[in-house]
């Protein structure tokens, strides 16, 4: 079962450019997360989607945007990388938003902003 | 104060041990815990729900303090394997409850 995928593993960018991370899942989910995790610190909401057709703003949304394409594939683009941007992302989705239900992710993109 | 404050350790320990760790939250109102199990460069994978009766699942047992505002980790007879960071999560109640993740505790169960 692949459950979370995410998509690239891997990313270096310079300054200014931008790119999508991709995120799908086939668990049939309908709510959706994107997080950034920097060392010394708990993983961060960027964005969420507690529905296909919806999305929200997290913790730390500045230099994001989000787009739930579907059920299954929520997208996250950076428009003008910065440094301060490089970290882990981490993708994960549950089967409602409410707080019960836990989140499952998926094995994460590591981006480097030089 | 921060959400969730959990002691990032490493907590270094013999295998076959009983290792415990605590998690304390800031928010009274909230209804979900659980406990993650992260690897080195790996995704959060869910070890356990922590329920307010406490729970165990095989060497785990997890404990919920409500009145004291914490939740615990148990590991019995440590294994090799077990070496991971254990996050600690939080639900605030609500309609569009997000998870609270703590920092981390680092184990290390050495031979």
């Known amino acids: 079962n692949a459950g979370v995928t995410q998509t690239p593993k891997f990313q270096v960018l310079k300054t200014g450019q931008s790119m999508t991370l991709q995120c799908a899942q086939d668990?049939?989910?309908?709510?959706m997360y994107w997080y950034r995790q920097d060392p010394g610190m708990g993983l961060r909401l960027i964005y969420y989607?507690?529905?296909?057709?919806?999305?929200d703003k997290g913790e730390v949304p500045n230099g994001y945007n989000v787009s739930r394409l579907n059920k299954r594939e929520f997208s996250l683009r950076l428009e003008s990388a910065a440094p301060s941007q490089t970290s882990v992302y981490f993708c994960?989705?549950?089967?409602?938003?409410?707080?019960?239900?836990?989140?499952?992710f998926g094995d994460g993109t590591r981006l480097s902003i030089l | 104060r921060k959400e969730v404050e959990q002691d990032p350790g490493p907590f270094n320990v013999p295998e076959g041990a009983t290792v415990a760790f605590n998690c304390t939250y800031s928010?009274?109102?909230?209804?979900?815990f659980f406990w993650y199990r992260q690897d080195c460069r790996k995704e959060p994978k869910l070890l356990m729900s922590?329920?307010?009766s406490g729970n165990e699942d095989g060497r785990f047992t997890a404990q919920l303090n409500r009145a004291s505002q914490y939740i615990s980790l148990l590991i019995r007879d440590s294994k090799l394997s077990d070496s991971a960071t254990y996050l600690c999560?939080?639900?605030?109640?609500?309609?569009?409850?997000?998870?609270?993740f703590g920092t981390g505790t680092r184990l290390q169960v050495t031979l």
């Open positions: 928010n009274s109102a909230s209804q979900s």
């Open positions: 994960a989705s549950s089967p409602v938003v409410t707080g019960n239900q836990p989140q499952h």
């Open positions: 668990m049939n989910h309908n709510s």
């Open positions: 922590v329920y307010s």
């Open positions: 989607s507690a529905s296909e057709g919806t999305t």
């Open positions: 999560v939080v639900s605030p109640a609500g309609t569009a409850s997000k998870l609270t």
